[in-house]
């Protein structure tokens, strides 16, 4: 049985072996690879990531990745990179 911290450090490996983690083949895959109870139908009718797995993977990752807005996806922390987890 997979649990929330499986799903959330195959999303780190991913990022740590990819350099990027795009949302919607993050969201695809987790449906695939560990089942629905890790993702949900959004307002807008879209497959989106469960919150305990952002919660999770939030708190596995630290300060070691962000969020990148406009892109919809997840990388490495780098020097470029403003003060918290979400970039613009």
């Given at each position: 049985m997979k649990s929330t911290k499986d799903v959330a450090q195959w999303m780190l490996?991913?990022?740590q072996q990819n350099a990027y983690l795009e949302?919607?083949?993050?969201?695809y895959t987790i449906h695939e690879k560990f089942g629905d109870e890790f993702v949900y139908t959004n307002n807008n009718g879209?497959?989106?990531i469960a919150n305990k797995v952002l919660t999770?993977?939030?708190k596995l990752s630290?300060?070691?990745v962000v969020w990148?807005?406009?892109d919809k996806a997840w990388v490495p922390r780098q020097e470029h990179h403003y003060?918290?987890?979400?970039?613009?």
């Open positions: 490996n991913e990022i949302q919607g083949v993050a969201v879209n497959l989106a999770a993977f939030n630290g300060d070691s990148l807005r406009r003060p918290g987890r979400q970039q613009d």
